[in-house]
Structures are given as C-alpha cells and as structure tokens.
C-alpha cells in the first residue's frame, strides 16, 4: 500500500508537471547553436533572434557559433541535447534539406532527430547576367543557353550549396547544358562575374540589387514565389519556369523529444519575435523575410523540401563521401 501511494501521486501529476515545463520557461540561460560562422547573415539572424528572445523573457540566451563541416558539427550538437528547452538552434536548408541527399553519411537524421519548432526567415535569390550576355529576359536567356550547349557559365560557392543547385535546377528544367564553376566564396565568384569569365550567378539579393544599381549586372529574375518589394520590375523565375521557386531558409530547431507544451511555449514567444518591427525591418535589410510557421507547417515544409531536392542533386552529380 505505501509503495502505490508514492506512485500514484507521480502518475497523476505528470501531465501538469509537463505543462508547467512549458508555461516556466525558460528560468535560465538558453544556449542557442548556430552551425555557420560568426559574421554572416545567419549568425545575424541568431543573434537577432536571441536578442529579441532575451528582451521577451528576460533571460539570457546565448549565441554558440559551433562551426564545421558545412554545418553538420554545430547541426549534431543540437540533435544530441537534452530534450529540455535549453539547447536550441538554427536550422538551414543547406544542412536539414540538402545534405541528406549530397551526404553519403550523416551523424544524424535531418527527420528523424529532431524538432523544427517554427520557421525563422527567408531569404530570396537574384538570377543575375554579366552585362556583355545578349539577354536581358529570362525566356532569351534560356533560349541563349539552348543556343549554345555547354558554353555558358554559372558561378557558385560550391558544390551542392543553394546556389549550385539553382543552376543546376534551371539547366535540368530547359533541357539545356551549363557549365558549373565553384568557387570559396561569393566575392570571388562576383569578380569573375564582371570579367565575364562566367556569365551568370543566383546572387543573394543585397548583392544582386547593390551590382545590378551599380550598373554592373543585368538582373533576370528572383527565386521567390512573388515579386520581390524592393526590385517590383523584376519578375519572378515561376513566371517563365512554374514550380520555380528556391529559398535560402533557416528555423528553430531543437532535439527530438521536446515536450508538445514546450515547443508550443517558444513556438509562440518565437512568433511575437518575429512579428516585431524591429525583426522585420533587420531582415529585411539582410535582404530575408520573417517567417513564422507552426511546429507542424516546419516539419512538413522540411520533409517536402528534402524530397524536391534530392532529385535535384542526384541530377547534378553533387556528392560529398
């Protein structure tokens, strides 16, 4: 009789208790991984985030730039944490989308391992020619291509990454043949674009619209389903190739397992994060858009982009062993 008593208390209580764990938090410090290094866009993006997460709470969160591997390091650590709220991190295409199809082996299940807690931003595309490229549309840019098999370029900043996937996209979807040219970064990539040693790039969209202003590229499309605010006359890829849209993307990610309340807790303090003026008008100057989703919309949005993908980089050959 005494040993149920003890249990049942416990049993009972447990669903409050779990509850609970998501109305309290967080009472301490969050560590907050972000994959990629210190400085760029998606180190802006975590820390603005983190920032915003701290003024709503009144904790501390604190930005963990656990780089390597294209991601995959800091990506696992997330995977590995305790389940409990205090171990999040940014999630990306590059490594929750991509890399199960370009990897030949990966320490953890993009799916399975795992808890998309909401979406963060995105982050548009610019298709954008060296000026000497006779096409200022993208129908005669496509039929430039087709004209000429295999003898027009396009740069990215490496293989498997958004951007050589976007090429490789557009060259599978016209039935056309492009050469591929990878490079470290995009400021290299950018140099050979005006020196016309490759003709094109899918540039992020500060850079596309600063060189197109600059008077030294053409611009030819956007990857984004819509047009884009701050380029209105550029039309869209979809407009000329339907289904064409591809988004750098990032989320919230923690572990498997986290507590339903839980990740409802900071699914809703994300939201008001990424509803603040400030938020919005940051990301928007990093040329992103917020983007606030259920758990359940992340995960699915996930999964569906992996599947689009993989036939994608299977096309083009990308693999890392």
Not at 32 to 56: E, H, K, N, W
Not at 64 to 76: L, M, Q, S, W
Not at 272 to 289: F, H, Y
């Amino acid at each position: 009789m005494i040993t149920t008593r003890r249990i049942l208390p416990a049993t009972l209580f447990a669903p409050a208790l779990v509850r609970a764990q998501g109305a309290e938090w967080p009472n301490r410090q969050v560590r907050f991984i972000s994959p990629f290094a210190a400085g760029g866009a998606t180190d802006v993006v975590s820390r603005l985030y983190c920032s915003q997460m701290a003024s709503l709470t009144g904790q501390v969160f604190v930005v963990e730039n656990r780089v390597g591997a294209a991601g995959i390091v800091g990506t696992d650590a997330i995977a590995k944490a305790a389940p409990d709220g205090y171990t999040l991190g940014l999630g990306s295409i590059a490594v929750h989308a991509i890399a199960p199809s370009l990897y030949a082996q990966l320490p953890f299940d993009a799916g399975r391992d795992f808890t998309q807690i909401s979406g963060l931003a995105r982050s548009p595309n610019m298709l954008v020619v060296n000026l000497d490229v006779p096409a200022t549309t993208l129908p005669e840019l496509i039929a430039l291509i087709r004209a000429n098999p295999g003898r027009l370029a396009y740069a990215s900043s490496g293989s498997g990454t958004t951007l050589h996937l976007m090429g490789a996209w557009l060259a599978q979807a016209i039935g056309g043949d492009m050469l591929h040219v990878s490079y470290r970064g995009i400021a290299a990539a950018m140099v050979d674009l005006f020196a016309n040693r490759v003709q094109m790039i899918f540039a992020n969209i500060p850079d596309g619209i600063a060189q197109m202003r600059a008077g030294r590229v053409r611009a030819i499309a956007v990857t984004s389903a819509q047009r884009n605010p701050a380029v209105p006359d550029v039309p869209t890829m979809a407009e000329t190739i339907p289904g064409f849209e591809l988004l750098p993307w990032n989320t919230v990610v923690g572990p498997a397992g986290m507590a339903p309340p839980l990740v409802a807790r900071i699914n809703a303090l994300t939201r008001q994060v990424l509803e603040s003026a400030e938020t919005m008008r940051t990301l928007a100057e990093l040329g992103s858009a917020a983007w606030w989703t259920t758990s359940q919309d992340a995960t699915a949005f996930r999964a569906a982009q992996a599947a689009m993908l993989a036939p994608i980089i299977r096309a083009s050959g990308a693999r890392v062993e």
